[in-house]
């Protein structure tokens, strides 16, 4: 199934209650008129009929919903939805040698493209429209293709190993696997109208030579591509890199390249003040995955004091395996709640941990200038939300509120990715989730074989 | 509304996975069969056809779906559902002190039934069956009236305070306060077939006299009844009660008659292992309520080292204004998760949740030997969950992992309590929504207009 190349019709969206996320953090009772991808204009509401006449737009009804930026995830492994339930309760490393590793080393092209399109479905019907994936070693191009076709805003890329303790079943020599990464950043990066972008994603500084990962830096700059990787998640990677480097890991990453507003470091949760100041002064991007964090057993990522230190943070659901769920509405609640009992109840309040869902998913995608908040200019990647449900009354509590403490993935009705509604009523509408459903099925079942799980 | 009083018709769900959660733990491929409120028999597959003809019987077909008991909270307030969202980012003497507190004094008959019918909408909807409730000082009846009506099973009590330092408004002379308990347990305990019960409910230690809680160990013995109350819940309260009688306030409470398997006691976030072994001995019951000890800074109950002892244990979301939800699928998997940073991935698993949620209600709500399981025999308490979301694909994984860690409220379809179908497609059968809404919204606004929130 491929997307469809015609443009997409102009849109108004009317009656809503719209939570801007602008530099006031305005909450307006607007209408949103979406044009050629991007937000023309968010205005006091219109006549109604005016609206309904004006010609070849489309009109969305939006009266009693509320209208956010689609939200961002900025860590996820479309290529583990497949494992999703496979792994549980097992400790990082053994999680990742025992089950991760052989699963993506058992994965065919066929296999990625429908575990990418079965997370992409849950994603965009749970109100995420941009993700920072990190795909497995081979058969990217298949992630690719899904997300092409399935509609969501994505900047993936292949996953780097070369390093002598990467699984073998995955490791690949340093120059092979770097030219394949810019095959695919050439093939991918900016496709679907700029949806689609390439990312480096060396897997984790053990995993991966200082040489890949000097490299790797370079290449990223070129391209004006993300870096993607994961840091400081456990105390077992941590003292792997000081044995191995002599530095700790933050330092080391930044020796070789990897630091700054292009990277993006998944976790985090073993980082001291030394090494907040340090992200803080790079302007490095961290992203916050407290489920992950927490099923892993990793511990709690100190985000309150990396907010106060003026450190860029993201939210992201992580793969599957480690969360089971993929859901922006659980993140988001999530990492409001945790930080409570060292901290303090005024920790981390709703507003904050709704930022880092929007903006700061936008700066790690290194599209802070293109979605996160929903103004004129921006591309038009939006969120309408029903709180109507018992869960989120009474109405007059705090928007904000409602929608970190107690909305959910189900109470999205529609979601806008680059000006084209994806999702309609609950329902995808660029792909038929019956088919996803089958198939994912179908070669997760194949893939568990494989391993003998 | 008044439910009506005609017996509920005989019911046969044909074609669910049932998770019977019986001594065993069989998951079977089996039909339920429902009679005058009770499970009548879990058998094999029947030939479809016999079913259809079974003369009277309503046939649910639930092909494809799972079957299981349904879920129990063993620690709400219904009477502050109204309050979600009032309260958010307080600690818990502040946000008693400041916003709960001066709602709860400021309720009405009215406000107290339509806040019931709210979090009883939401509970029932999210697949929770059976709670237990502590209202408010006043107005207890028509909370009862409210769960009559919509079908919940319910243990609910009037919120007990007469020691000097509970909050004016709602401190009532010891003699009153029992009095009032002692005359709607008559008239409550027991009605609707059972379904509803009455609990003793001191508020907690530090707002309770000792003459006061010496009583209700009685009153709750003659009456057999439960003894619902907090403990343990932060420092401030522990060294309040160490402070006011010099003792420990587990060992205080057991000193004053509140302790044992007719006790349930909420939240026990700061027991020792002295705490522990007591629990444990005593066979009290503690309710966890992990998104409330989050949300209000409390911390983290050491649960897993009070079922390592033998301890029995419950789940509950406390009040809306804590949580905000009262959702049982995120307090089962935060449950799971929040242990792990502290002691490991393989803490609290999947299955040892959903005994928290089926078996330690049951047992919190005195009625082991009447729900939590799908048994022969059993109230016919049971909730029928469709999992063919993207969320909890594949379906090649563990079943319960698949509940615990991916399940959502919204997943539930339909819901039987005592027998009876309260919940239908995820629509509630025995009260209007609209109407409820509608009213809670209402109330909610002339509650915040009377305290000036």
Redesign the interface.
């Known amino acids: 199934m491929r997307a469809s190349p015609s443009p997409p019709r102009a849109l108004v969206l009317t009656g809503a209650r719209v939570v801007t996320m602008d530099p006031r953090r305005r909450i307006l009772d607007a209408d949103v008129w979406v044009e050629a991808g991007k937000i023309a204009a968010v205005k006091k509401r219109s006549d109604r009929r005016t609206v309904g006449r004006s010609d070849g737009k489309s009109v969305i009804d939006c009266s009693g919903l509320i209208l956010l930026p689609g939200l961002v995830q900025a860590h996820v492994h479309l290529c583990q939805t497949?494992f999703?339930?496979?792994a549980?309760?097992?400790?990082?490393e053994q999680?990742l040698a025992r089950r991760i590793w052989p699963l993506e080393a058992a994965h065919t092209e066929d296999s990625v493209y429908w575990s990418a399109m079965?997370?992409a479905?849950?994603l965009l019907?749970?109100g995420t429209t941009a993700i920072l994936d990190m795909e497995t070693v081979r058969h990217t191009g298949a992630a690719f293709q899904a997300l092409e076709a399935i509609g969501l805003r994505a900047t993936a890329g292949k996953c780097l190993m070369d390093a002598p303790s990467a699984p073998p079943g995955l490791r690949e020599p340093t120059d092979h696997a770097l030219q394949e990464a810019a095959d695919l950043c050439a093939t991918w990066h900016g496709r679907a109208n700029g949806r689609l972008r390439w990312c480096y994603a060396p897997r984790f500084a053990p995993s991966s030579t200082g040489q890949l990962l000097r490299a790797v830096s370079d290449l990223a700059e070129k391209a004006d591509a993300v870096i993607h990787t994961h840091a400081a998640e456990t105390p077992v990677e941590l003292e792997t890199v000081k044995r191995e480097t002599g530095n700790d890991e933050l330092a080391y990453l930044d020796s070789v390249g990897i630091a700054g507003p292009r990277t993006a470091l998944a976790h985090c949760v073993w980082v001291d003040g030394e090494g907040i100041r340090r992200l803080a002064r790079q302007q490095t991007n961290v992203v916050h995955c407290p489920?992950s964090?927490?099923?892993?057993?990793?511990?709690?990522a100190p985000i309150p004091e990396m907010l106060a230190a003026g450190c860029r943070v993201a939210l992201g659901a992580d793969g599957a395996p480690c969360?089971?769920?993929?859901?922006a509405f659980t993140e988001l609640r999530?990492a409001a709640?945790?930080q409570?009992?060292r901290?303090?109840?005024?920790?981390l309040?709703?507003g904050q941990a709704l930022e880092l869902a929007t903006l700061g998913g936008a700066r790690a995608l290194g599209l802070a200038g293109e979605i996160g908040t929903i103004e004129p200019g921006k591309r038009a990647d939006l969120l309408v939300l029903d709180l109507?449900?018992?869960?989120a009354?009474?109405?007059?509590?705090?928007l904000i509120?409602?929608i970190v403490?107690?909305a959910?993935?189900?109470d999205v009705c529609h979601v806008i990715v680059d000006g084209k509604l994806v999702v309609k009523d609950g329902r995808l509408r660029m792909a038929d989730?019956s088919e996803?459903?089958r198939e994912?099925?179908r070669w997760?079942?194949r893939l568990?074989k494989a391993i003998e799980v």
């Not at 901290?343 to 920790?347: E, N, V």
């Open positions: 497949l999703r339930g496979l549980d309760d097992l400790p990082l999680w079965l997370g479905a849950e019907l749970g489920s964090n927490l099923k892993l057993g990793s511990g709690i969360n089971n769920r993929l859901d999530l709640l945790v409570k009992p901290l303090g109840p005024d920790a309040p709703a109507s449900g018992p869960h009354q009474p109405e007059g509590a705090d509120s409602r403490y107690s959910r993935a189900s989730y996803i459903r994912a099925n997760a079942r568990r």
